[in-house]
């Protein structure tokens, strides 16, 4: 699995990068309902080169917190506070200042965004290669007409489609192919920031290593910072370096993924990693959390999840527990927890089930 | 009302539930090869058995023909060649009518699978009108109500009166469950039942389907590329590859000791949250 995870790229970064993005403090709400915080007081850094996955159930407000950075909130949504500052090649940039205009021009060219079920998103009477240079026109008015038909079979060969299929429409390409393309469409204006929602979602596991793979390589060869928001976490620990788990519009838990995976500090990110039953004898079943993610408007008061936690107490119950550095002591390792009970925190799970995920196959005791 | 479907054909309980004997399907495809028509080979010659009690799984990537195999079984699609057999009886018209209350469909997107303007009710109580099951009214809504509450959707009256919109995606897909189960089959087959759901909301439907297994005995017949899935839940993998059955054998033979590369390759694909030693 080491090759694996090197494949997709994973390990290139020195943690003291600069920050290419950081959002703090963020809230998005419903307009219809400006109590309703979707997101809720999320803050998070992005280190120059690194990939950082956000996981999630749906709900969870992890796509739209993805939105609310490409400036793309759907009209039903609106940010209220936080910051959100890119700290570009040319110069940082507050996003949240940002006109629409002003943002139209980092969108794409510097920050740009792989959809999810991005492979029904290519324009089915267009061929390929007009999508592409669509794009980059957009964005390049000036470049010539040849500049253009360079850069789009350079994208191609990028992403692994022959250059040739350029005049070919959307319906001749397969699933993995299409999403190939979406990645290039993503690469157009040579961005350096890419956010990917659920990229491989859609696709089998053979297309999806494929994908992982790419995204890999084009992350070693152009330098590319990758925010990655997908539900399944363990795509998320082939791709990424960092991981940040929420959970009803919160960030729970963060850190690097080697941390989180194998000493999860939060019961939910347990929880999910239980549920992969990656070690679990053929034939057997996880135990499924109880209940369900509650909507944003019906939230359990103090800790959200503590109505579907095991070790939850009273306390649980009445007092917010607060997002806080769990590292074990004398370490600085960047892992944050939001739990009352986090066991290096110097809280103590009654019960806990110790070592919930293995490290190359062995059990491990927390 | 059991009468009404049996018509003579006398399903043999000890032979297998479905079997597929050297069934090929090809589909005619666009354009010609030097002036003849081109085929597509979705299925080349396959045998399978899946035996009563069974947790079968049919792994493969898209396009392997999994889906197609699982049509040909429920005698949704005829094959081009070969046979179908249901109880150890070809599939004739009468048997045909008793395959499709018998076996019974859950598709992967219950997003799709459910009629956005009928109720819960309406559409977990279709089938039983259109099997002519129980007395229209009060005799059909407890059936419904009773598979509503063993598909896991407690109170069942408070569901029978909702409309997909209102559920989530569990839910709905514990609605059609409820709509297949209603039906009272011996099987069910699963095109990638959970593939859309997320991972909690995944281990829940999962855990419906085994307590209804456990409970009643039901086969069941995964069609997925959900490696991990057939793990969970299979007694016995078939592995699919352009349109052949590559490798079968029980799930913990198959998975700790796999014999064919393309095995081999689905196998090594699958991503692991082991991220111990770089």
């Not at chain 1, 970064?13 to 999320?42: E, F, M, W, Y």
């Not at chain 1, 082939?238 to 941390?259: H, L, N, P, S």
């Not at chain 2, 059991?2 to 005619?28: F, K, Q, T």
């Not at chain 2, 699982?70 to 094959?79: E, F, I, N, S, Y």
Request: aromatic letters at 4%; a positive charge; glycine letters at 10%.
């Amino acid at each position: 699995m080491t090759t694996a995870r090197q494949q997709a790229g994973v390990g290139l970064i020195p943690d003291a990068a600069a920050p290419i993005l950081q959002i703090s403090g963020l809230t998005v709400v419903s307009r219809d309902k400006p109590t309703v915080h979707i997101v809720d007081d999320v803050s998070l850094t992005l280190r120059r080169g690194e990939a950082l996955g956000i996981a999630g159930e749906s709900g969870c407000g992890k796509t739209t917190t993805a939105l609310a950075i490409m400036g793309l909130l759907s009209g039903g949504l609106k940010r209220t506070s936080g910051e959100l500052t890119f700290f570009g090649r040319n110069g940082t940039k507050p996003l949240h200042k940002l006109s629409g205009a002003a943002m139209r021009k980092v969108r794409w060219a510097s920050i740009s965004m792989v959809f999810q079920g991005a492979m029904n998103a290519l324009d089915p009477v267009k061929t390929v290669g007009a999508q592409i240079a669509e794009a980059i026109v957009l964005h390049e008015p000036r470049l010539s007409r040849s500049a253009v038909l360079k850069r789009v079979s350079q994208l191609l060969d990028q992403v692994g489609v022959a250059s040739k299929r350029s005049v070919y429409y959307p319906h001749e390409f397969s699933g993995g192919q299409k999403q190939r393309l979406m990645i290039a469409l993503a690469l157009a204006c040579r961005p350096e920031l890419v956010i990917a929602d659920e990229p491989t979602t859609a696709l089998d596991v053979i297309t999806q290593a494929q994908i992982l793979d790419l995204i890999g390589e084009l992350r070693r060869e152009l330098g590319l910072s990758l925010l990655m928001i997908t539900h399944d976490l363990a795509v998320l620990a082939q791709a990424c370096e960092k991981i940040a788990v929420m959970y009803a519009g919160q960030v729970v838990e963060t850190g690097r993924v080697e941390d989180v995976y194998r000493f999860p500090q939060h019961p939910y990110t347990a929880r999910l990693l239980d549920l992969l039953g990656a070690d679990d004898a053929p034939g057997t079943l996880p135990e499924p959390i109880p209940g369900n993610q509650p909507r944003p408007d019906a939230r359990p008061v103090a800790c959200r999840f503590h109505d579907r936690c095991a070790f939850a107490t009273e306390r649980c119950a009445t007092e917010a527990p607060l997002l806080r550095e769990v590292s074990p002591q004398g370490m600085v390792t960047d892992h944050w927890a939001r739990c009352h009970y986090s066991p290096w925190a110097g809280g103590r799970v009654p019960d806990r089930p110790a070592g919930t995920a293995t490290v190359d196959g062995k059990q491990e005791v927390l | 009302m059991e009468g009404s479907v049996h018509e003579g054909s006398a399903i043999d309980e000890s032979a297998p539930l479905l079997e597929a004997v050297g069934v090929s399907v090809r589909y005619r495809v666009r354009g010609r090869h030097r002036g003849a028509a081109r085929y597509l080979t979705a299925l080349d010659g396959v045998n399978l058995t899946w035996r009563e009690g069974e947790t079968l799984a049919l792994v493969g990537e898209s396009g392997s023909g999994k889906s197609t195999l699982g049509r040909v079984l429920l005698g949704l699609l005829p094959p081009t060649s070969g046979q179908v057999k249901y109880g150890g009886l070809p599939i004739t018209k009468a048997v045909e009518r008793k395959l499709r209350r018998d076996v019974q469909l859950i598709f992967q997107d219950p997003y799709q699978s459910l009629s956005p303007r009928s109720t819960v009710g309406t559409q977990v109580s279709a089938g039983l009108e259109i099997h002519e099951i129980g007395e229209r009214g009060v005799e059909r809504t407890a059936i419904g109500l009773a598979a509503l509450s063993a598909a896991g959707l407690n109170p069942p009256e408070v569901y029978w009166r909702r409309y997909p919109h209102q559920l989530s995606g569990g839910e709905r897909q514990r609605v059609v469950i409820a709509g297949a189960m209603a039906l009272g089959p011996r099987a069910l087959v699963c095109d990638e039942p959970v593939s859309a759901l997320d991972v909690s909301v995944r281990a829940q439907v999962l855990n419906v389907l085994a307590t209804l297994r456990s409970q009643r005995g039901l086969s069941l017949l995964f069609i997925t590329h959900d490696v991990r899935l057939a793990r969970q839940m299979s007694d016995r993998i078939v592995v699919l590859y352009r349109g052949n059955v590559v490798e079968e054998g029980s799930t913990a033979t198959v998975l700790a000791d796999p014999q064919h590369d393309y095995t081999k390759r689905l196998l090594a694909a699958v991503p692991s949250v082991r991220v111990g030693s770089r």
